[in-house]
């Protein structure tokens, strides 16, 4: 799970921070992720610079060389999804979100989460990580037709996720992600309101009405463990 959240920030073309085996052989990529990202590197599918030190060890910025390479990751990440759920409902779930129909997709989205993550990834402190993490990687098809943004300046703060058409007639989405938290919040719905008033009272949107686009969806995506609620803004 750790190597397909590190790849899923690389495919958003952020950097991931790892140490780097100059040694590495083929045969000892499955003993450590370390490994694999040191290989990657060598046969360059990774660039490298150097980030910090830690005692003897030297972490590297890693990020992905160029758009074929991160086309070869997103095909990878994409087949992990396609391993959980059916390609027919991968499509679904897709173009429910961009037409605006957020009862289908909340619905495969649920059984998508009951499948394939498990609570503990979900029950802690980085619940909120995990989901954001999983979501940005089923939009990654979406690419061709839109512009998936993560944690970006928007208004007066940072939205989580904005999907972003490249024609300008079509739905734009922002999304935001929140965990229940029991001192906070008696219900889902209300932990989906509270997302829904941020992203309202923060002005998330206006980067996608610069653009131009008038048709916009605001969504709240929230959990408690792996029980998962969508609410949209009408």
Do not use: C
């Not at 085996?21 to 990202?37: A, F, R, T, Y």
């Not at 779930?93 to 498990?118: A, H, P, T, Y």
């Not at 989906?192 to 002005?203: G, N, V």
């Amino acid at each position: 799970e750790d190597v397909k959240n590190d790849l899923q920030t690389l495919i958003k073309g952020d950097s991931i921070s790892k140490t780097i085996d100059e040694n590495i052989v083929m045969g000892d990529i499955e003993k450590s992720s370390d490994n694999l990202w040191s290989f990657l590197l060598f046969t360059g599918y990774l660039k490298a610079r150097e980030d910090y030190r830690q005692e003897e060890d030297i972490f590297y910025s890693l990020t992905i060389p160029n758009r074929e390479v991160r086309s070869l990751y997103k095909n990878i990440i994409q087949q992990w999804f396609l391993d959980t759920i059916t390609k027919n409902n991968y499509d679904i779930m897709l173009n429910s979100l961009i037409n605006g129909d957020i009862k289908i997709f909340g619905k495969l989205l649920r059984q998508f989460v009951l499948k394939s993550i498990s609570y503990f990834d979900v029950g802690g402190y980085e619940g909120e990580k995990v989901y954001h993490a999983f979501v940005l990687g089923m939009l990654i098809s979406l690419n061709d037709t839109h512009e998936v943004l993560s944690n970006r300046e928007s208004g007066y703060g940072r939205y989580d996720v904005m999907v972003i058409p490249k024609d300008i007639s079509k739905l734009g989405i922002v999304i935001e992600f929140k965990k229940l938290d029991p001192d906070d919040y008696e219900t889902l719905e209300e932990t989906a309101d509270d997302a829904l008033k941020q992203i309202e009272d923060k002005k998330y949107s206006v980067t996608l009405e610069n653009k131009g686009i008038r048709n916009i969806k605001e969504i709240a995506v929230v959990f408690k463990g792996k029980e998962v609620y969508i609410k949209e803004n009408k």
